[in-house]
């Protein structure tokens, strides 16, 4: 069984930054591909980010490409996003997911992630 804990969310104003940290426990991440989901109010969960097991691989949805950057510390068993620029529209609850496998190519099928944290809640203001 893998806990996942995300800590780092907060409020800011438009044009702040924010760092999510997701740690691991129960078991080490390195095996575990892992992806960043975000929720607005009334809308559907959407992914964010995520990277390979090993760090090696990167991808982003279109609305944070640029702005955002999801990087891992194996040896801390930790998953992180920085967040820049943030926009109102970045508010929402952001959580962190794992699936067991080292890559995945449709990252944003939520199914294919076994573990996810309870989130952290990031609000942005105009």
């Known amino acids: 069984q893998v806990e996942l804990v995300e800590s780092g969310g907060g409020s800011v104003q438009a044009g702040g930054s924010l760092r999510l940290s997701c740690a691991g426990a129960g078991h080490t991440l390195n095996a575990y591909f892992m992806g960043w989901f975000r929720q607005a109010p009334g809308k559907e969960r959407e992914g964010v980010a995520a990277i390979s097991s090993s760090g090696g691989g990167t991808v982003y949805s279109d609305s944070v490409k640029g702005r955002f950057t999801i990087s891992r510390d194996n040896a801390q068993n930790t998953l992180y996003l920085q967040m820049n620029s943030l926009k109102p529209e970045d508010t929402a609850m952001y959580y962190c997911?794992?699936?067991?496998?080292?890559?995945?190519?449709?990252?944003?099928?939520?199914?294919?992630?076994?573990?996810w944290g309870q989130g952290t809640q990031v609000t942005v203001s105009s």
């Open positions: 997911a794992a699936a067991p496998f080292a890559y995945i190519i449709d990252w944003t099928q939520q199914r294919t992630y076994k573990y």
